[in-house]
């Protein structure tokens, strides 16, 4: 039969209708419709058996008598059941990044992280655009930063979906950096994210107060970014600044009196917050 259809499709096809329990390989044979009456064995992924989880069954039995002692009849439980598991899995379909379009260069850094640690599409969406987004297909889960996690909190619910704050990196090695300079040091933050930069700057001087001098710039700032690389002893950028202020430096090295210390901070995001949001759907730890 021909279907049009390349074979690498079509092979993804039949291993997706053999998960969901559709059809069955036959080694030698072929690929059969599933007898729907006959009961399925489920195999128990070896990394949930190594997580204390010993009876599957005995948990969803568990689920069950728990939702039918609270009145629900057998066929209720199977609805509220199946159409929980149907909305986690529309959640779980894609990743919308979001904050204002005056910070998206927050919602930049957070995809970067994210997205080779995730195997479903990520997209940056600005706070701006995202209802008209959602309402052309409304399934994912929307994340951000704790600042913006109430306005899109309702954003979401209004169209069925998720929103998740994602928490970020300590900064542990930057801060302890910044803890031994000496008083009246120069300190240039380079980010992406203007928000980034005001949140660095309240950090820093609760830490230090006016012993350090601070400058601040956005890397699509040539001028500024230029002046801060002429004042600074040590830099500190995020990783999508990094190859601008390395380009700045071998462009402008004649004009500056000493090259700066250059720091880039190695994550963004915590590493307990990627691997939450990896179970919140549904990916495998």
């Known amino acids: 039969m021909q279907t049009g259809l390349h074979r690498n499709t079509i092979s993804k096809v039949y291993r997706q209708l053999e998960t969901d329990g559709v059809v069955e390989a036959i080694a030698g044979s072929g690929i059969y419709v599933r007898d729907q009456q006959k009961q399925r064995e489920v195999r128990i992924p070896p990394h949930v058996r190594n997580r204390g989880v010993k009876d599957l069954d005995q948990e969803v039995r568990k689920c069950v008598d728990g939702l039918l002692n609270a009145g629900c009849t057998l066929q209720q439980t199977r609805e509220l059941l199946t159409r929980e598991i149907d909305w986690r899995l529309r959640c779980g379909a894609r990743v919308l990044v979001s904050t204002p379009r005056e910070d998206i260069g927050a919602s930049m850094l957070i995809a970067e992280e994210l997205a080779p640690n995730l195997d479903v599409p990520v997209e940056v969406v600005p706070m701006e655009e995202l209802e008209s987004v959602l309402e052309s297909s409304s399934n994912g889960t929307v994340v951000t930063s704790r600042y913006f996690l109430k306005p899109l909190e309702e954003l979401a619910k209004r169209h069925s979906v998720r929103a998740v ?84 430096l071998r462009q402008n090295r004649s004009q500056l009196m000493r090259m700066p210390q250059v720091h880039c901070a190695e994550n963004y995001l915590s590493d307990s917050t990627i691997e939450q949001l990896r179970k919140e759907i549904g990916l495998l730890a």
Do not use: Q
């Open 165 to 248: 704050a994602v928490d970020l990196s300590d900064f542990r090695k930057e801060l302890a950096m910044l803890k031994e300079l000496r008083p009246g040091s120069c300190v240039g933050l380079v980010s992406i994210s203007p928000g980034i930069l005001r949140a660095a700057e309240v950090i820093l001087h609760s830490m230090r107060g006016n012993e350090l001098l601070l400058m601040t710039a956005t890397p699509d700032v040539g001028s500024r970014l230029l002046a801060l690389l002429r004042a600074a002893s040590h830099v500190l950028c995020d990783s999508p600044s990094l190859p601008l202020v390395e380009h700045s």
